[in-house]
Nanobody, 118 residues
């Protein structure tokens, strides 16, 4: 059984930092493209950061320079370091694992709430 378990969300003031974790079981994150998505109230789910099996990272423009995605294969965990947080970063953050269209293996975590407010 595959599980992706996010943690690290919470309430933070604007300008603050949070570090999210996504602990995987049942799969090896090293062979999946891992990603973080977020969904704000009333909005569609948005892809914000990815890390490929070759450790290439990509970011949506709104988080470039502020967020960093990383992966620890030994811990089978993916991280999202979020700095200089803004109120518009408030959303539920989801971890995603995608092995590619040839395999059709896509998994989601349950999400963790991040609220940026003073």
């Amino acid at each position: 059984q595959v599980q992706l378990v996010e943690s690290g969300g919470g309430l933070v003031q604007p300008g603050g930092s949070l570090s999210l974790s996504c602990a995987a079981s049942g799969i090896f994150v090293s062979i999946y493209t891992m990603a973080w998505y977020r969904q704000a109230p009333g909005k569609q789910r948005e892809l914000i950061a990815t890390i490929t099996t070759g450790s290439t990272t990509t970011y949506v423009d709104s988080v470039k320079g502020r967020f960093t995605i990383s992966r620890d294969n030994a811990k089978n965990t993916v991280f999202l370091q979020m700095n200089s947080l803004k109120p518009e970063d408030t959303a539920v953050y989801y971890c995603n694992a995608n092995r590619g269209s040839a395999y059709g293996q896509i998994y989601w975590g349950q999400g963790t709430q991040v609220t940026v407010s003073s």
